[in-house]
């Protein structure tokens, strides 16, 4: 079956950095868009970043353009957050859904991550 398993998540200072990670096995189909979601309590399940199956290109939120990096190596998404604020504190999800990356809904993907906190102290 699919399985996408995130890491990386942690407790970091404003301003900091930190990088989460997901693996995804189980895919039996191609290409595939990976994207980079985040919920915080009481609010919904947002768009972060997504990029392509080769790769070459990503998408960003405008909360984290500039600040976050999106990239992929196979079957493996990474997100690396610099410059982190107290409001990028949530559950970070990687997500897989079909081509093209051009999608921020996550009724577009379909296949999600157990989640991995991150926190940000101001």
């Known amino acids: 079956q699919v399985q996408l398993v995130e890491s990386g998540g942690g407790l970091v200072q404003a301003g900091g950095s930190l990088r989460v990670s997901c693996v995804a096995s189980?895919?039996?189909?191609?290409?595939?868009?990976m994207g980079w979601f985040r919920q915080a309590p009481g609010k919904e399940r947002e768009f972060v970043a997504s990029?392509?199956?080769?790769?070459?290109t990503s998408y960003y939120s405008d909360s984290v353009k500039g600040r976050f990096t999106v990239s992929r190596d196979k079957n493996a998404v990474y997100l690396q957050m610099n410059s982190l604020k107290a409001e990028d504190t949530a559950v970070y999800y990687c997500?897989?859904?079909?081509?093209?990356?051009?999608?921020?809904?996550?009724?577009?993907?379909?296949?999600w991550g157990q989640g991995t906190q991150v926190t940000v102290s101001s």
């Open positions: 997500a897989v859904g079909p081509s093209p990356a051009q999608r921020v809904s996550p009724s577009q993907y379909s296949y």
């Open positions: 189980g895919l039996t189909f191609s290409p595939y868009t």
């Open positions: 990029i392509s199956w080769s790769g070459s």
